[in-house]
């Protein structure tokens, strides 16, 4: 059973940073993408930033330079690195990736950016 497992969200000052993680079990990661989501109360799940098996990116217009995403196909590990954080960036965040079968979520994790 393939499952993702995201850490790393908390409360951070408007400025400040955090470390986003998921950890992928259950199937050989390496070709799939990894993506981050993010969802607010009320709102639909938003795409924030992808990673292709041959490690290409591609961010939302709104991330504006201030994520990274990255991989380690070895630990099995897609990260977001998130800089400069807005009171709008609050949001639970998810990891997800697209399989033949339909797309794998995980549980989410909490991130708010308040003063």
């Known amino acids: 059973q393939v499952q993702l497992v995201e850490s790393g969200g908390g409360l951070v000052q408007p400025g400040g940073s955090l470390r986003l993680s998921c950890v992928v079990s259950?199937?050989?990661?390496?070709?799939?993408?990894g993506n981050w989501y993010r969802q607010t109360p009320g709102n639909q799940r938003e795409l924030v930033a992808s990673?292709?098996?041959?490690?290409?990116?591609y961010y939302e217009d709104f991330v504006e330079g201030r994520f990274t995403i990255s991989r380690d196909n070895a630990k099995k590990m897609v990260y977001l690195e998130m800089n400069n954080l807005k009171p709008e960036d609050t949001a639970t965040y998810y990891c997800?990736?697209?399989?033949?079968?339909?797309?794998?979520w995980g549980q989410g994790t909490q991130v708010t950016v308040s003063s």
């Open positions: 997800n990736i697209h399989m033949d079968s339909g797309p794998v």
């Open positions: 259950g199937l050989d990661f390496s070709p799939y993408a």
């Open positions: 990673i292709g098996g041959d490690e290409s990116h």
